[in-house]
């Protein structure tokens, strides 16, 4: 079955730092990869997603960048974090002959 | 395009009572619509898909949901609420042919009351 192990899950960064999210999958080859946004109180905000190896889409301009070095790692960064950077941060796949996504824990992230 | 739209950010129920939460859909081909559940500080998980297969799917934990295709609403039911249902909820859908293929309602926290 498929598995998202996303690390760590929480952190505190202070502004300006950089960050680093990790998210590794198990179960399943070539899948599509999303990282997504929670601010609080607010919906899911699709950030980023891929369909292979150095294949990155962004979806919303920001101060966020992402890569996919292997085929089930998918990295979150950031050189400098704003306070606006805080929330919970989700990956999930889509991928094989299932539709819907699988989801990790979340990476719950304030930036102070 | 495709969107969704969930009525109502927060709903609240009294323990046994039916739970509805509503689901709006657009989307330019046949849809695959989802429900998830999240509870806090953890990631999103399954409640029940729709697929083209039957229209009234039912899911884990007791719900289930409705296709309506002249209504293109796809609202989650229960008919008795536990204390443990108190999460929120989400509304999602997706058409097949591209890799962003999820797109989610703005979610209902649903409370339930003793």
């Known amino acids: 079955s498929q598995t998202i192990h996303q690390w760590p899950a929480t952190l505190v960064q202070p502004v300006g730092s950089p960050l680093s999210l990790e998210c590794t999958v198990e179960g399943t080859s070539n899948p599509n990869l999303y990282w997504y946004r929670q601010a609080a109180g607010r919906g899911l905000q699709l950030l980023f997603y891929s369909i292979g190896i150095d294949q990155i889409s962004s979806e919303v301009p920001q101060n966020l960048s992402a890569s996919r070095p292997q ?14 950077d805080s929330g919970f941060y989700l ?3 889509t991928g094989g002959y299932n539709t819907e996504a699988f989801f990790g824990q979340g ?3 304030t930036v102070v | 395009a495709q969107s969704v739209t969930q009525l109502g950010s927060h709903v609240s129920v009294s323990e046994g009572a039916l739970v509805l939460l509503r689901c709006n859909y657009s989307s330019s081909v046949p849809p695959y ?3 998830y559940v999240q509870y806090p500080n953890q990631g999103l998980q399954l ?7 039957a229209t009234l799917v039912k899911g884990i934990n007791g719900f289930e949901a409705e296709f309506k295709k002249s209504e293109t609403s796809f609202h989650l039911t229960k008919p008795s609420a536990h204390m443990s249902d108190a999460a929120e909820y989400f509304c999602a859908v997706s058409s097949s042919g591209s890799a962003r293929q999820l797109t989610f309602g703005s979610g ?4 339930v009351l003793p």
């Not at chain 1, 085929?71 to 606006?84: E, H, W």
């Not at chain 2, 409640?47 to 297969?53: G, I």
């Not at chain 2, 209902?108 to 409370?111: K, N």
């Open chain 2, 108 to 111: 209902t926290q649903l409370t």
């Open chain 2, 47 to 53: 409640l029940l898909k729709y697929t083209s297969a």
């Open chain 1, 91 to 93: 990956c999930a796949l």
């Open chain 2, 33 to 35: 619509l989802f429900w």
């Open chain 1, 71 to 84: 085929d089930r790692q998918f990295i979150l960064s950031s050189k400098k974090l704003l306070l606006s």
């Open chain 1, 107 to 109: 990476t719950r992230l």
